[in-house]
């Protein structure tokens, strides 16, 4: 069973679009993320929420909203697509930083490619 | 600002070899610190996790060291294998960030048979 999986693996859009990036964790985890690995492969955390509140939202676009209609899921919506955009979306899950480990389990990856 | 680097950026290795991959960071108020592994195309996998009050996590044929006062971290591979290729990623998870964790930008390692 995997642990955080994603969906889709590979995503290809034109411009202006609007798309979403489905995770789930089954991992009974309370808090989950989303981070952008950019063309340089460096990986920037983007949103995390836990037990439905979002604790962290670093300077991202408002076109980019995460929602979470569970404790196992948080999707990632992207409104408006632009080509700077394109990158791979890793989704993660742990238990509170304060709680056991702090340990972030992540998916396998979205590859967000505009057009 | 907490930054994270890793040195070095790329590393090639014969096989058998024992390496240190290394990693440093600016503010050492930590919660804890995580070393990644990438393949190509693929997600992170933990490899290490070590609490800020811990020296040192061991499993298998790595182990990973944490200096917390002096804002450092090492990888030790031993007996390196090609299988070991990819690219390894420290990450550091802030004290009061909430379980944000800040990446190094990886130390891509090669390991020739």
């Known amino acids: 069973d995997t642990a955080v999986s994603q969906t889709p693996k590979y995503l290809v859009t034109q411009m202006g679009n609007d798309k979403s990036i489905k995770c789930e964790q089954n991992l009974g985890h309370d808090t989950m993320y989303w981070y952008k690995q950019d063309s340089k492969k460096f990986l920037k955390i983007m949103f995390s929420?836990?037990?439905?509140?979002?604790?962290i939202n670093e300077t991202v676009p408002n076109r980019f909203s995460p929602k979470s209609p569970d404790k196992a899921h948080l999707n990632l919506h992207i409104n408006s697509l632009e080509l700077g955009d394109s990158a791979v979306y890793f989704c993660a899950s742990s238990q509170p930083p304060t709680g056991v480990t702090g340990e972030l389990f992540f998916g396998e990856g979205s590859r967000l490619t505009v057009l | 600002k907490q930054e994270v680097t890793q040195i070095p950026a790329a590393l090639s290795v014969p096989e058998g070899e024992n390496l240190v991959l290394n990693c440093s960071f600016t503010?050492?108020?930590?919660?804890?610190l995580q070393w990644f592994r990438q393949d190509p195309g693929k997600g992170l996998t933990s490899l290490l996790l070590?609490?800020?009050?811990?020296r040192e996590q061991t499993s298998g044929r790595l182990n990973a060291s944490l200096d917390k006062s002096s804002g450092r971290s090492t990888l030790y591979i031993a007996a390196s294998q090609p299988g070991d290729s990819a690219t390894y990623l420290c990450a550091v998870m802030d004290g009061g960030s909430q379980g944000n964790l800040i990446f190094g930008k990886g130390t891509k390692l090669s390991v020739k048979p």
């Open positions: 070590i609490q800020s009050s811990q």
């Open positions: 503010d050492s108020a930590i919660y804890n």
């Open positions: 929420y836990n037990n439905k509140e979002l604790i």
